[in-house]
Structures are given as structure tokens and as C-alpha cells.
Antibody, heavy 122, light 107 residues
Framework: QVQLVESGGGVVQPGRSLRLSCAAS????????MHWVRQAPGKGLEWVAV????????YYADSVRGRFTISRDNSKNTLYLQMNSLRPEDTAVYYC???????????????WGQGTLVTVSS | EIVMTQSPATLSVSPGERATLSCRAS??????LAWYQQIPGQAPRLLIS???TRATGIPARFSGSGSGTEFTLTISSLQSEDFAVYYC?????????FGGGTKVEIK
């Protein structure tokens, strides 16, 4: 069974940086693309970024492009999200999620972590 | 980007009744449409992809239909554990986009 556990959230001042991690257990982490999705307090879901199974390709939402970097270490079964130049509007629960398709990026998220809260405030 | 619009925002339903949720895309997404359930305080859970294919372990009372720009999620007989927020999401074009959600509450 796939399990995803996020960590690294917390309170950070505007303009500062934070790195989130997502530790995966279960089969074949290295064969699936991975996503980050966020949810502002009381709001809906917003897709943030995706990285291919091998880490060679990634794609970002316009709202974070140039500030956030998604990466992965398949030897450690871990996904990362480096968040720089944080803004108050980045305040949200950040979820990591596995893409449902083997190797190919499909855009459907079939396993989700429990989320980690990032609060950007002075 | 493709805008997804869900209606109604809130649906009040009695246990055992049928619930019908709608999702509309601003342009055709073919059948590249997924539905997720989110119980308060929990992560989203994939219910349906491909507009109508239930994910592993999802009960048959959940069904999806539609194509192009109009989609429907039907819960045939609401159980207590089904009261939650439901999101549709298109994955036809990048970036993937979600609807604003429909909250299904107990009537």
C-alpha cells in the first residue's frame, strides 16, 4: 500500500524560504510522477507542480513558477518542494500526491499525503 | 487555463437519498475528468477518473457521467460517510484545474 507523509511546514515570514518533503513508502515510487497540490484555509484545491518519474521534467502553476522548485530523490523515495520568496497568499496546506499512471504523467492523483501546513506571516 | 465550475455550492440531502452534483468546463476536456471526495480534516480521495471509472475500492453507489463540458457525479443512496466536499478536476490540458467544490451536507 502506498503511503505519503509530508513534513517541513511551519510559520515563515514573507520573503523567506521553506522546503517541504514527502516521504513515500510502498511499491515503485520511482515509476510514478508526483504532484504538489495546496489548499488555502477554507478554500478549494489548487494544483502547484508536477515532476516526472525520473525527475527530468517538471511543470508549475503560474502562481508559483520562478519561486518554487519541485525535485525528487528516488534513492530515498522522497519528493521535495523548495519554496522561495514566500508570500502571504502561499499560506495553505500542501499535499503531495502520486500520479495514477505508470511512468506517463496523466494528471490524476490517486494517493495523497495528509498534508503539511505552511503559514506565511510576519 | 480551463475553468471548472461546480454546482450547487451546497447540497442538502437526507441519508438514503440520491445526490446529483454538476461540473462544467469552460472548454471541452473530452472525458479527462476526475472526481475527489474530501472529508473535513482529511486529504482528498480519488473517486472517479475518465469521467466514469471508479477508483479502486470506491463503492458502486458512486457513478460519474458526461463528456466534453458537462459532467455529473451521482451518489445513489447517501451514507453517513458520504457527507463531504466533492471536487471535479480536469486533466485534459495543463495545468490541471479543480472546481470550487460542492459541499454535501445532511438535511
Amino acid at each position: 500500500q502506498v503511503q505519503l507523509v509530508e513534513s517541513g511546514g511551519g510559520v515563515v515570514q514573507p520573503g523567506r524560504s521553506l522546503r517541504l518533503s514527502c516521504a513515500a513508502s510502498g511499491p515503485s515510487f520511482s515509476n510514478y510522477a508526483m504532484h504538489w497540490v495546496r489548499q488555502a484555509p477554507g478554500k478549494g484545491l489548487e494544483w502547484v507542480a508536477v515532476i516526472s518519474y525520473d525527475g527530468n521534467n517538471n511543470y508549475y502553476a503560474d502562481s508559483v513558477r520562478g519561486r518554487f522548485t519541485i525535485s525528487r530523490d528516488n534513492s530515498k523515495n522522497t519528493l521535495y518542494l523548495q519554496m522561495n520568496s514566500l508570500r502571504p497568499e502561499d499560506t495553505a496546506v500542501y499535499y503531495c500526491a502520486r500520479d495514477s499512471s505508470y511512468v506517463v504523467v496523466r494528471g490524476v492523483m490517486d494517493y495523497w499525503g495528509q498534508g503539511t501546513l505552511v503559514t506565511v506571516s510576519s | 487555463e480551463i475553468v471548472m465550475t461546480q454546482s450547487p455550492a451546497t447540497l442538502s440531502v437526507s441519508p438514503g437519498e440520491r445526490a446529483t452534483l454538476s461540473c462544467r468546463a469552460s472548454q471541452s476536456v473530452s472525458r479527462h475528468l476526475a472526481w475527489y471526495q474530501q472529508i473535513p480534516g482529511q486529504a482528498p480521495r480519488l473517486l472517479i477518473s475518465g469521467a466514469s471509472t471508479r477508483a479502486t475500492g470506491i463503492p458502486a453507489r458512486f457513478s460519474g457521467s458526461g463528456s466534453g463540458t458537462e459532467f455529473t457525479l451521482t451518489i445513489s443512496s447517501l451514507q453517513s460517510e458520504d457527507f463531504a466536499v466533492y471536487y471535479c478536476q480536469q486533466y485534459d490540458k495543463w495545468p490541471p484545474t479543480f472546481g470550487g467544490g460542492t459541499k454535501v451536507e445532511i438535511k
